[in-house]
Each structure stands twice: as C-alpha cells, then as structure tokens.
C-alpha cells in the first residue's frame, strides 16, 4: 500500500531533479556566453556572473523585498477571489445546463479579451492602486478555474451520484459531497495554470503604473536609463523563479491530496 | 411475527426513446416478508436494474406502486441501502474506507458514526482496513466496503445489484457466504437480482423468475434448503440440482410478454 504511493514520486524525483539542475546549468551558460562574445550587446544582456551575485543583492535590499511582497500577495489575492468566484460558477454551468446554455455566449465572448490589454482602460478607471492590478489578474485568472471545475463537472461517474442519492443524499449534498470533491483534483490545476497567470497580469500591470508598487515597478524604474540591467535581469529572474515555485508547490499539493486521482493499474 | 416488507403491485415502467416507446418491466407483482432473503434471476436485458431503481425511488415508474413497510414510495426511501455490481465505482475514491462506511450515516453523532462503520467492517471481516482507500484493496474486499457500508446504514431493505457479478470464483463464494452469514446476523431483509441461476439458489430462501423484457414474474420458487448452506455439500445436494434444473428450463422457456397475452 505505502509503495504505490511512494513509487512515482520517489522513480521521478531521483531522475528529474539532476535533469532540471543539468538544463538551468546549461541555460546559464549559453546565456554566460552569449553575452561574454558580444553575440547579443553585453551592455544590456548582462552575464550570469554579474546577474546572479545582483539577484543576492536584492534579496537583502529592503525596497526590492517589499516591491516582490507587493506583487506576490497582490497575485495571491486575485487567486482567491478568483477561486471564490470560479468554483462557485462552475459548479453552477456544469450541472444545470439551462443556465450553462444561457451563459456560454457571453463566456465565450470574454474568454479571449486577453487581461492585458484591458490595463489601459482600467488605470483610466480605477487608478493606479494594487485594486487595479488585482482585479485585472482576477479576470485573467478565472478561466481556468471556471473551465477545469465545469468539465469536471461533465466527468462526474454516474455511480458515484446513484450511490449517493440512494443513500438518501439530496441535491445540494450531491454537489458539495460528490461533485466538488470529485471535480477538486481538476480545479487545482486550474488554479496552477491561474496563478502563472495572475503573476504575468499583475507584474505587467505594474510595468505600465508608474505608482503601482511591486516588482513590475522596481524592473521599470532599474531600466530607465539602461543603467542597471543586472537589477533588470535579476528581477525577472526572481519573478520566474516565484512562478516555478508556486507551480511545484502546487504540483506537490496536489500529489499530496489527490493520491487517489493518479493514474494506476489493478491494485493486488 | 412475519410482516411484508416490500410490496410490489401491478409494477410497470416505459421508457420515452426516440424510436418510440420501450416497456422494460411490466405488471410485476412480488413481496418480499421482513426477514427474508429473495433472489431475482432473468435473462439479460429483462429490465431487473429498472426494477431496482422504481424500488430505490431513482426512477419513477409508469405504472402500478411499490410499498416499503407499508409506506407507498416516492422518491429515495430513508431506510434502504443499494449495493451495486461495479464497486470500483461506487466506493468514493477520495475516502479511506472508514469514511465510505460512515457516508450514509451523516444525521448520527461523529462518536457514533464511527462505531457503526467499525462494527461494520468488522462484519465483513476489514476492521483493520478503515485508513486505507479503496482502491489500495483488492476487488473482493472493495466489495464488502460496499456491503459494510449498507449495512452500517441498518437499511430495513438491502437492495444488491448483481454484487458478486464482478469477482472471480473463489472470492464469489467467499462473499456468497459472507453474505448468509451477516444477514442472519443482523437479520436483514434482502432482494438481490442475479443473472446467476446457481447463485439465485444457493443464497435464496425464494427465487423469483423473470420473463424476457418486459419482465413479469414467470415463478415462484421456495428454495428449501434451510438456514445452514455451505458451497460444497449444498451445491451438490439434490434438492439443489432439481432447483437449479427448474430454474434454468423456466429461464429458457421463459415466454415473452407478447405469448402471455
């Protein structure tokens, strides 16, 4: 029993984790050299050598550390109030399907606005405080959640909602105690793809706002003039790096939680 | 004192299809005494899962009425429990064991929940599984999660829907036994359908006998063999084979509905 739990993970993690160090060395050093030979102007692209010691630099500076914090509860938040709007919505489009029919078109239709390019329209009408940021990132945010929760309304066995009701369940309780805990593997991947998501709106969003505070602002104002692209460089690094981490994170949560989802063969 | 349990009267259900209408069951009339333990066999397709599900309240039928003690059904009754064939899918993946056992019983205490799934695993003979997860046991030992959690319910009818259909041999007779064992345990009144003409009279006290769709009741069968059966001397008993024999030539003269008429 333990083993088929601990077979995947522990066959995956000795293999992948010195593949992934072996492909970052391999980046940094394409980069290290790229930018030593002149290949791409050295004065903008600064070498890995110079990047790396700026990037511990700025985790002891005080004003980066804020502008970082800034970003990550800014994109922290809208991924809440994405969940508490998107799972809610899904569960509702993915199991009543007049109100799914009545939705889809609009749905449809705002889908593929990309969040970005409303930043403009939103700093005219909301300014330039983290309310903006957030509620772009929101409406970046919600599609995956909402879609992920609704298609895994559509996978929900039969069975399992029979058993359930001849077992005297009503109809919420089905929802809450059947659908939500079946779908739930589902939605957490919608919230990991979100939360690249968020990130990327939140710190553009940034880039744009002059007075937004976060790491979108710190990247902008070390650009201007050109004279600190190491700070440049190591900001978009960390950025990238927040990204991976909320992804593993979320990976290991879900592996954590949903054992009982992942793909096996007869148990003995 | 012997009361009826289930009581099926004139049963008929019709489903609207696009290609017309199709009549899966049709003037079924049965009881089922408290206490008692009655198998339905029919040939395949002959609408036995409508039957369970007009019984259950997941369908409502066309026609004609079924009363639990006595109560005419409408909708999902309280105190019945439903053991499907597949188990693999009517087990919650995402509970251990214990929990699955303690679904139905949401209205009793925590402290009580937890000490009717105990006794009921331990029936079924799994009081070490209960932090396990279903699909961490084997098929046959998923199969009595499933029966330990409808007995932990204390349902006054135990609905089985060919339960041991999806095992091999060895772990039928196995829960086959189990099965007698616990229901004279705790006494439980039980309708299980079967496409098995073996298994109908090896765990019947009466075997009902179902036409080709549109099912009606073709027979009624006291099945004789007393209280104590075991898969060996019983099943080589006379009384058994001259059952079984009767069954099968009712099985495979079974008229239509149509020759009835």
Redesign the interface.
Known sequence: ?GF?LGKPSTVSGTRRVPASLVGLAGLFLIWEVASQTGLVPELYLRPPSEVLPAMVGLLGDEKFLRALLATVLATVIALLIAILIAVPGGLVLGSIPLVRRACMTVVEFLRPIPSVALIPLALLITGTGPDTKIALAVYGALWPILFNTMYALDEL?P??V????????GRVAVLT??AL??A?PFVLTGVRLSFTIALAVVVSTELFAGGTKGLGQFIMEANSGGAHMDQVLAGTVIAGLVGYAANAGLERLNAKL????AP?GE?? | MVRTMLDVADLGHTYQAKDGAHDAIDGLTFTVEAGELVCVVGPSGCGKSTLLRSI?G?IRPTRGTVSLHGTPVDG???D???V?Q?YS??L????TVQRNVE??LRELSKAERTARAGEALAAVGLENAGR??P????GGMQQRVAIARALA?RPALL?MDEPFASVDAQTRFELEDLLLRVRREQDTTVLLVTHDIDESVYLGDRVLVLSKSPARVVAALDVGLGEKRDQITTRSSDEFVELRAKVAGLLQSAPTAETVH
């Open positions: 029993m088929l066995d069975l399992h029979e058993t359930a009701r001849a077992f005297g369940t105690r059947i805990p079946s739930a949903f054992a009982w989802n096996r148990a003995s | 259950s997941l999902v009754p309280a019945l429990a439903v499907f597949d899918r009517s919650f993946p995402w509970l679904f139905p396990k997860y699909w961490q046991l084997s319910y609905l």
